[in-house]
């Protein structure tokens, strides 16, 4: 045992600390109908702001102290007086087990401490405090405490996945002490030695026998004080973790025993467990379920930690194992081959195997396969049972794999007759029982693969099952199997008897099994309960065949490797398929830098795209070997030319073009479907000839008939978002005529007409086969399909690539402007203070104040003018004249006024408008002036003003 002194925060600790604090006191008056606050605080010498890097300063009668930051995550930290002094002392992070360093300045030097996570202590926290009992053990405790601290605590934190287990027990003279885990939860009893009757037990609510850390609190007093646990954790906030019971309420000693020395209290304690002799022959009854199998850490025993012995110590412990290394097993994955892993307390495991395998630790043993037929011999297996299986419940089970339709798999008979028998017929699994009907299998076993054939016999009802799927029932008579019953495996001993249910057995059978009992053809290491080998002939250990790669079925060099009654073939590079009769051309780099190439049918392509131009045309025929139905057409074009031949084929009356008439796409097919010729036109609504790309699909809306109608579907129709969509409104026939020697043209009708498509083209394709560009001279390889066209022309090679004019040198872009080519054309996107198609004009073009008479604003590429009132014009620039279409009666004059008019009325005339006659007054109008935006009247009446 070892006792570590613990750092405990002392009473001068305490009251240093509480100097450290200083509060602000408000004190809130009420006054009438004033209510305000008060507040008196003692600034002193912080007004002068001592403190530096973010250090608190708290002043007092005597001066003031900086309270500097003791952890940073974002730079150095500094102490001193006014938090000045730079307190490298936890660079490095010298503090082990991620525990927590802070930096001190003490005595004039630089010094750290650190504060370790639970499970570690020392001043780096370079020791851990936890122990594990792995297996049976315990740890032992003796002290003697001075009899006024008759009470002994204990602090500890468990971790645990085992409902029983003693945690502690503690002697005081005669008083027993035990804390253990009672179906998972904590309890507490107290006893007096072998003479007390029922303990005093009192028990905690909530299980501790999860896995996971808790950390329990135990005092146990003595005759006069009280004991008592307590588990803390959130979870106790709810029901209360804590319970005590008096000691006193054991039973007190008779007069005449022992009592403890005078002065002292004798305290033993053992963790984990109990040693020998204590409890007076408790411990030497004890098994396995009384010691406690997990970890502990951070043990206090009054007060003072205890962690296990190094060696050397004379700590009595037995099987404590320094660390806590008790994780679940499980956790690990140690079950091999998919068995899962179930947990059986604290470090203790056992593997569910799944089938051929086998082993409770890890699953890594696999039942040995039964080879029958190796050379087409007759090979066949006798077990002898020594059990009573009634017909309440029989199950055999196997594992087959074979090649054959039929064969033997098993025969369970006795002394008088043959009452079970399960075949192979057809490839699928036959069974039948005492001469009653057979039952068939739905699927086939005869594919080379392991499969889980089980055949269930309950009562007078026969199942057969293929892995997990029921595949049928018959009824049988009941079977009742007795000791000295016989099973054959593969056949029987006389190959005529074997005759009607096809004969000996080719293939191998792994892992047989009645009900949990093994057939083992060669045993395995694991012990399992298995039935009596008694016979075994020209059985081979393995799933071993016959040699099928005699006569080498590979192909392109592959190599043929042997399987059960079967091959595979392990091919060359750039070779596939079973027989390795699949060539993949495109890993051989057949095609020129410029293109890319394209798997096809039993061969390749090379694809790229070309530019036409100089009335430059491709011409195609078939190779003479299509014999697939051509029903369709793909291609992609480029061009700003609104007039222009894309592709044209003609054999006799029959004709194919598709062209751009007024950047329109129209289809013009005349084709046979039967006898007579059908003629089709189709034109899209959609303009091609802007520079961009667009693709073609044209097919029959049904090839399976003779004519049918044709559809166009432009940039992958209304699906892929804006597309165009065209049906033909007759119907026509298949392209089958461009298989016959029609001559086929891109880019224009043909050499004599003169080709006239200016732009680029993408892959072509006719019926799924694509028109080269590339003459077979150009390619390393020949291309090895059968069904192609091939060009006929002899003429240069097309310029690869898609190449327009060089519109973009030199930049025809001003003021630094950038030039994107459009394909024959090009946009310029200028900067933010140009505009115009060549970056030409000043975008802001109100800066030369064009408006006379109001105010500019920028309008696109040009201004608006808002004009002032009385003004009018693009400009501003014309006065607006008011009286333009006046309302003024006849005989009157209008005044032209700013922004309205003015009538002035003849005599005998009034009203704004001058249309109201007047009384017969001698009235005078002179007038006085008359001013632009003022107008002035003076009226006399008898010569007097008005």
Same mark, same amino acid.
């Given at each position: ?26 004190? !809130?008056?009420?006054?009438?109908? *004033? ?57 490095? @992070? ?5 525990? +927590? ?65 003693? =945690? ?31 303990? +005093? ?101 009054? %007060? ?74 007759? &090979? ?86 293929? &892995? ?51 057939? /083992? ?23 071993? %065949? ?43 780099? #057949?095609? #020129? ?26 011409? *195609? ?31 006799? &009356? ?55 109608? !044709? ?19 007759? #119907? ?24 006239? =498509? ?52 030199? @930049? ?21 203070? !140009? ?25 696109? /590429? ?38 309205? *008019? ?35 009247? /003076? ?8």
């Amino acid at each position: 045992m070892q006792w570590k002194n613990v750092s405990i925060q002392s009473s001068a600790d305490r009251d240093k600390a509480k100097t450290m604090l200083r509060f602000n006191v408000c004190v !809130w008056t009420v006054w009438l109908l *004033y209510a305000g606050a008060v507040c008196e605080e003692d600034t002193g010498a912080c007004e002068l702001r001592p403190c530096h890097n973010s250090g608190v300063c708290q002043s007092h009668q005597d001066g003031y102290r900086c309270l500097c930051p003791r952890q940073s995550t974002d730079g150095p930290l500094y102490g001193g007086p006014n938090c000045t002094d730079a307190l490298p002392g936890c660079d490095g @992070n010298p503090c082990k087990n991620d525990g +927590v360093c802070s930096p001190l300045f003490q005595d004039n030097q630089q010094a750290y401490t650190c504060s370790c996570r639970a499970g570690f202590t020392g001043s780096r926290c370079q020791t851990s405090t936890a122990f594990s009992f792995e297996t049976s053990g315990y740890m032992h405790i003796e002290t003697r405490l001075p009899s006024p601290e008759k009470t002994l605590n204990v602090t500890l934190s468990f971790r645990t996945d085992r409902p029983f287990g003693t =945690l502690l027990q503690s002697r005081a003279d005669d008083l027993l002490f035990t804390v253990e885990l009672v179906q998972g939860r904590l309890r507490l009893s107290t006893r007096r030695g072998q003479r007390s009757g029922e303990p +005093v037990v009192s028990e905690l609510p909530l299980s501790a026998a999860d896995g996971k850390w808790h950390t329990m609190e135990a005092w146990l007093g003595s005759e006069e004080d009280r004991s008592g646990l307590r588990l803390v954790q959130p979870a106790c906030d709810e029901v209360g973790c804590a319970r005590e019971s008096a000691a006193t309420r054991a039973p007190q000693p008779e007069q005449g025993d022992d009592l403890p020395e005078p002065g002292l209290v004798h305290r033993s304690l053992f963790l984990g467990g109990v040693g020998q002799g204590f409890g007076e022959g408790e411990a030497e009854s004890a098994d396995l379920a009384a010691y406690f199998l997990g970890c502990f850490r951070d043990v206090f025993v009054a %007060s003072r930690l205890v962690v296990p012995a190094t060696p050397g110590d004379s700590l009595a412990q037995v099987n404590v194992t320094a660390g806590c290394g008790g994780q679940d097993e499980c956790e690990d994955s140690p079950c091999q081959r998919r068995g899962q892993c179930v947990s059986r307390g604290w470090r203790r495991h056992i593997c569910q195997c799944y089938r051929p395998y086998e082993g409770t630790v890890d699953c890594a043993e696999e039942y040995i396969t039964a080879g029958f037929g190796d050379g087409d011999t007759a &090979s066949y297996a006798v077990f002898s049972l020594d059990d009573t299986l009634d017909s309440g419940s029989i199950a055999i089970s196997m594992f087959v794999r074979t090649r054959t339709l039929s064969g033997l798999l098993l025969v369970m008979a006795n002394s008088t007759s043959q009452y079970l028998h399960l075949w192979l017929d057809g490839g699928h699994v036959k069974v039948q029982a005492i001469s009653s009907e057979s039952l068939v299998g739905h699927r086939a076993v005869s594919d080379g693969h392991f499969h889980l054939v089980t055949v269930q016999l309950e009562g007078n009802l026969a199942t057969l099952f293929h &892995s997990a799927q029921r595949q049928g029932s018959i009824r049988v008579r009941p079977v009742a199997v007795q000791p000295g019953d016989m099973v054959y495996v593969g056949g029987l001993a006389d190959q005529r008897d074997s005759g009607p249910f096809g004969g000996h057995l080719k293939g191998c059978v792994q892992d047989l099994r009645i009900n949990r009992k093994r057939l /083992q053809f060669f045993p395995i290491a694991t012990p399992v309960a298995s039935y009596q080998l008694e016979k075994l002939v020209d059985v081979t250990m393995g799933c071993s %065949s016959d040699d099928v790669c005699t006569d080498n079925p590979c192909l392109n060099g592959g190599a043929c490797y042997s399987m059960r009654d079967d091959f595979i073939c392990i091919c060359q590079p750039h070779t596939g398929g079973r027989l390795c009769e699949e060539v993949r051309w495109c890993e051989l780099s #057949p095609c #020129p830098w410029t293109a890319a190439c394209q798997p096809v049918a039993n061969g390749f392509e090379c694809v790229t795209n070309v530019t036409l131009r100089n009335d430059r045309t491709l011409s *195609y025929r078939d190779n003479g070997k299509i014999s697939r139905g051509l029903n369709t057409v793909l291609l992609s074009v480029r061009t700003r030319q609104t007039d222009a031949t894309l592709l044209h084929a003609k054999r006799g &009356s029959e004709f194919l073009t598709v062209s751009l008439q007024r950047s329109h796409l129209v289809l013009e097919l005349q084709a046979s479907g039967g006898q007579a010729s059908h003629n089709v036109t189709i034109q899209s609504r959609t303009r091609l000839s802007d520079g961009h790309w667009h693709t073609v699909e044209l097919s029959m809306e049904d090839p399976a008939q003779q004519i049918s109608r !044709w559809i166009a579907v432009l940039d992958g129709g209304k699906e892929r978002g804006g597309g165009e969509h065209v049906m033909s409104e007759a #119907p026509s026939g298949n392209l089958d005529f461009l298989r016959e020697g029609a001559d086929i043209f891109l880019g224009g009708l043909g050499p004599e007409a003169g080709g006239n =498509l200016a732009g680029c083209l993408g892959p072509v394709q006719i019926g799924g086969l694509l028109l080269p560009y590339y003459e077979d001279t150009e390619l390393s390889l020949p291309r090895p399909q059968d069904e192609r066209f091939i060009m006929t022309h002899g003429g240069p090679s097309p310029q690869y690539g898609c190449w327009g004019a060089s519109v973009c040198e030199p @930049n025809p872009c001003l003021n630094q402007g950038a030039c994107e080519d459009l394909f024959d054309t090009y946009l310029c996107t200028c900067p933010s203070d !140009w505009t115009g198609p060549q970056c030409q004009n000043n975008a802001d073009t109100c800066a030369v104040q064009p408006c006379v008479h109001g105010n500019c604003s920028v309008s696109g /590429q040009g201004h608006v003018c808002s004009c002032e009132a009385g003004y009018t014009g693009a400009r501003c620039e014309e006065d607006t004249d008011t009286c333009e279409d006046n309302g003024c009666g006849l005989g009157s004059t209008c005044l032209r006024g700013l922004v309205n *008019y003015t009538c002035l009325c003849p005599r005998n005339m009034t009203g704004p408008l001058c249309n109201e006659k007047l009384p017969e007054v001698p009235w005078h109008i002179s007038m006085i002036s008359v001013s632009r935006g003022q107008m002035e009247l /003076q009226l006399f009446q008898r010569g007097e003003l008005l």
